[in-house]
């Protein structure tokens, strides 16, 4: 009624984005479509490399799985010692590029020094890539060809389009540069006609760019760098950072923006955890399923079209 409306315009809370809900949803579709490949004897496969004991990437790489083997994606895994050569991880690649089971390879990162993680990358089939990261899938998204998108800027770009907010000229601000999600994130939201910046460890005056923005994308690593002075009223704010903080005793998981601060100035806003990491995992499994109908030349299941 119109006591609530007034209420809620007094107090403008932000909706949130509920990563989960719609990762769930994008994986009931990817399932789907690996049903679909399976009617014609195809049977989606991902493998899954992990090298050493990072506990954070231990868990991504297990949820990685979990959801693969979900939505009936064959899982081959891989745990590698820490101290394992970088000839050696050549070589498993290569015997998963050439083994015809496999759909997707994904070496999670990051490595331990002692390995080229460019060379890492660069090794696995551009068929393979389901992380986007090739040099080529990278050049391809660049260009706007049709590529592997990497999955977080992917799993972001579709929580944006979940709200059916119009992105032609808004005013886009993303904060990191790094190649596996600011760099990636601008591109996708320049494709979608947004004016984009992007502000990094070096730029001055970082509020008053963000200030501008109507959608904000944060991958910085920098637990709840973002105050709610930075941002506009009615601002859309993806959060992409996870970042492990101990308060009294607890171990908790904060992302780059001041949740408690934004929240009642945007007017949409991930959650930490439960916004991005869902979605980076469900595109993912999307990855898997767009390669292995690609390798066998059969088209990409419209359900999973449908999703753009
Ligand atoms: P990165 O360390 O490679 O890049 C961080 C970027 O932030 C750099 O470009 C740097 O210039 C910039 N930066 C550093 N300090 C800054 C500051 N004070 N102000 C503005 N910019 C600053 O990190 P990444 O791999 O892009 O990841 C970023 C965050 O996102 C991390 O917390 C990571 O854990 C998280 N992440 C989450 C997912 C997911 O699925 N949710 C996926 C990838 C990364």
């Not at 990051?110 to 390995?115: D, V």
């Not at 993303?174 to 600011?182: D, K, T």
């Amino acid at each position: 009624s119109n006591y609530f409306k007034c209420l809620n315009n007094l107090i403008m809370a932000a909706k949130i984005i509920d990563g989960k809900l719609i990762a769930s949803k994008v994986k009931e579709q990817v399932s789907i479509a690996v049903s679909d490949l399976n009617q014609k004897s195809i049977f989606p496969g991902l493998a899954t490399i992990i090298v050493g004991n990072d506990a954070a990437s231990s868990i991504y790489v297990k949820n990685k799985r979990k959801s693969a083997k979900e939505v009936g994606i064959e899982s081959f895994q891989y745990e590698l010692s820490e101290n394992i050569q970088e000839k050696e991880l050549l070589e498993l690649i290569n015997e998963l590029n050439l083994n015809s089971d496999v759909d997707g390879i994904l070496v999670q990162l990051p490595l331990p020094k002692h390995i080229n993680s460019d060379l890492i990358i660069d090794s696995i089939d551009v068929n393979k890539d389901v992380d986007g990261f090739n040099v080529i899938n990278a050049g391809k998204t660049f260009i706007g060809r049709d590529s592997v998108i990497p999955c977080t800027p992917l799993g972001c770009l579709l929580m944006l389009k979940s709200i059916k907010i119009e992105l032609k000229g808004k005013n886009a601000v993303i904060i990191g540069r790094s190649n596996i999600v600011g760099k990636p994130m601008a591109q996708l939201l320049l494709n979608e006609d947004c004016t984009v910046t992007i502000v990094h460890s070096k730029t001055f005056n970082i509020q008053a760019l963000v200030k501008e923005a109507d959608i904000v994308v944060a991958a910085v690593g920098s637990a709840n760098l973002v105050k709610g002075s930075w941002i506009k009223k009615g601002a859309v704010v993806i959060d992409v950072g996870i970042n492990r903080l101990k308060v009294e005793d607890k171990n908790i998981l904060v992302g780059d923006i001041n949740f408690n601060e934004v929240k009642d100035i945007a007017s949409y806003i991930t959650p930490v955890p439960g916004g991005v990491g869902p979605m980076t995992i469900a595109c993912l499994l999307m990855n898997t399923v767009f390669q292995c109908a690609k390798r066998n030349n059969v088209s990409i299941p419209n359900n999973l079209k449908k999703l753009f």
